[in-house]
């Protein structure tokens, strides 16, 4: 099974008086059109969950039977990410990353900026391959 991993910058909704009330409206609004467009499909198909701590560690397995494999991705960046361009990389099971931020040696930076070998090691470790070579 392979992790999708879309990066985007995070979607924002409008946040008034009532902001966690929106923000929770936009989550729950995500989530229910990417499940009727997981439904609407003609060959993706939910399969289940992976239970975590974080929306980062909670995954949906989602199966696509035309290329016969499975991804995982995670409930955040389902919220995160532009609806046509996750499916599109479930679908295709091409991934791009189009923007990232990430947190090594306790700093955040920007993916977009790292060189070749950088980001050959974030794959690694998102792959957990941790041999010498």
């Known amino acids: ?3 999708v991993t879309l990066e985007n910058p995070v ?7 009532n ?5 929770q409206f936009l989550i729950e609004e995500k989530l229910k059109a990417f499940d009727a467009a997981i439904e609407g499909h003609e060959f ?3 399969d289940g969950d992976i239970e975590g701590n974080t929306s980062e560690e909670h995954l949906l397995k989602i199966i696509n039977h035309k290329l ?3 991804f995982s991705i995670s409930i955040d960046a389902i919220i ?3 609806l046509d361009s996750v499916i599109n990389a479930l679908e295709t099971g091409t991934l791009v990353r ?4 990430t947190r090594i040696v306790g700093y955040y930076s ?3 900026n790292w060189n070749k070998s950088k980001i050959g090691e974030l794959h690694d470790r998102h792959t957990g391959n941790y041999s010498v070579r």
Request: charged share 25%; proline share 0%; glycine share 12%.
């Open 19 to 23: 902001g966690k009330e929106n923000v």
């Open 110 to 112: 920007r993916v977009s």
């Open 11 to 17: 979607v924002t909704g409008r946040i008034g008086s």
């Open 1 to 3: 099974m392979t992790t």
């Open 80 to 82: 995160r990410q532009n």
């Open 68 to 70: 016969e494999c499975a």
């Open 98 to 101: 189009l923007y990232g931020v």
């Open 44 to 46: 993706l198909e939910i």
